[in-house]
């Protein structure tokens, strides 16, 4: 399957609807001036005390529940503060770009993942090399949060699918899902594991019509937290 030819489908969406998704993503990427105090996500799967504290804040700062919301909380956020972005641009360049885990750093004032540049990223312009990349960037998190804290099969995979779809946010909005919707699944075809299988589809009333809304077939537990309800991406409401 050949990704320069799908980038091109993909740019005359963009150009239909007069959308860039990617000027504001490349100026995004802060360089760090002194050395930051806040975790990285490899300190963070490394140092269990370290793991511990980090969780316990967030725990109390969210108000979850318990250690399985708190944790499905903080992959989705690794999910969509880090991986959709690259995904975005992924498509749009033909170029796949992945921090290094030891330079995604987590905020805990701002309840955010921030990749920066302390060094060259990772980049892949070879199709499978860049799929292979993905899935080996994947691999330790996945370790980590279904393995060593409770997130569920479908909790990692489902916030995987809508970091994954993330590009075509803006054109499901604006266009019927037949202009749209044949790249969009090709593009997932592309994606690691069962990310594909973790994202469905569903018909939305909007202004302009009838239009096609990413469902996770899977739950990141937000309910659970006080005083939030169900995303609207969700798949266990409906």
Request: hydrophobic residues 40%; glycine residues 4%.
């Amino acid at each position: 399957m050949a990704l320069s030819a799908l980038s091109n489908r993909y740019h005359q969406l963009l150009d239909r609807i007069e959308a860039d998704p990617v000027t504001s993503l490349r100026n995004s990427v802060p360089v760090p001036t002194e050395v930051s105090t806040e975790p990285t996500l490899a300190a963070i799967m490394a140092d269990p005390v370290l793991a511990e504290t980090v969780f316990a804040q967030l725990e109390t700062a969210l108000g979850a529940p318990d250690r399985r919301t708190t944790a499905t909380q903080l992959w989705k956020r690794v999910a969509l503060d880090v991986l959709a972005p690259a995904m975005v641009l992924w498509l749009t360049d033909q170029r796949l770009a992945l921090p290094r885990q030891e330079d995604v750093r987590w905020s805990q004032e701002k309840q955010k993942w921030q990749a920066t540049a302390n060094r060259d990223w990772l980049d892949y312009s070879d199709l499978s090399e860049a799929q292979q990349a993905l899935h080996g960037w994947l691999a330790e998190p996945e370790g980590f949060f279904r393995g060593q804290w409770p997130v569920t099969k479908s909790g990692f995979w489902s916030s995987m699918s809508l970091a994954a779809i993330r590009p075509f946010a803006a054109i499901r909005l604006e266009l019927p899902a037949e202009e749209w919707r044949p790249q969009a699944d090709e593009w997932m075809a592309l994606m690691p594991g069962p990310t594909a299988r973790y994202l469905r589809w569903f018909e939305e009333a909007s202004e302009a019509g009838p239009r096609l809304a990413p469902q996770r077939r899977g739950c990141c537990l937000k309910f659970q937290l006080p005083g939030k309800d169900h995303c609207s991406t969700c798949g266990v409401r409906r």
